[in-house]
């Protein structure tokens, strides 16, 4: 099981990217799915978390308004669209997912990093201002 982070870069403030993640080794069609965030020198923190149906999103306060989560289950991909983009946004770029099918998860839950089994690689974002 893999997955695949990519589309990181170097951005101006104000600009946009879209990160992917594309799974492969089994299908997360019906397993939560989520985008975490780590800056050099502080903790890896949650940035968002999409429901296994797609129904239900889940954004850290500080993102809402400016990504957003999707999953393409056609491709096995989980996309974060990062629009309006800040320097304190730079940071590694995590997806993750979790192993239980059809699962259905507290709202807190979705940003612990205990629900999630597998990550991916990661991929750097850089915001420059």
């Known amino acids: 099981v893999q997955l695949q982070a990519s589309g990181g870069g170097l951005v101006q403030a104000g600009g946009s990217l879209r990160v992917s993640c594309a799974a492969s080794?089994?299908?997360?069609?019906?397993?939560?799915m989520g985008w975490f965030r780590q800056a050099p020198g502080k903790e890896r923190e949650f940035v968002a978390a999409i429901s296994w149906s797609g129904g239900s999103t889940y954004y850290r306060d500080s993102v809402k308004g400016r990504f957003t989560i999707s999953r393409d289950d056609a491709k096995n991909t989980l996309y974060l669209q990062m629009n309006s983009l800040k320097p304190e946004d730079t940071a590694v770029y995590y997806c993750a997912a979790d192993r239980n099918s059809r699962r259905t998860y507290t709202a807190a839950s979705y940003y612990i990093k205990g629900t999630y089994d597998y990550w991916g690689q990661g991929t750097l974002v850089t915001v420059s201002s």
């Open positions: 080794g089994r299908t997360f069609s019906a397993n939560v």
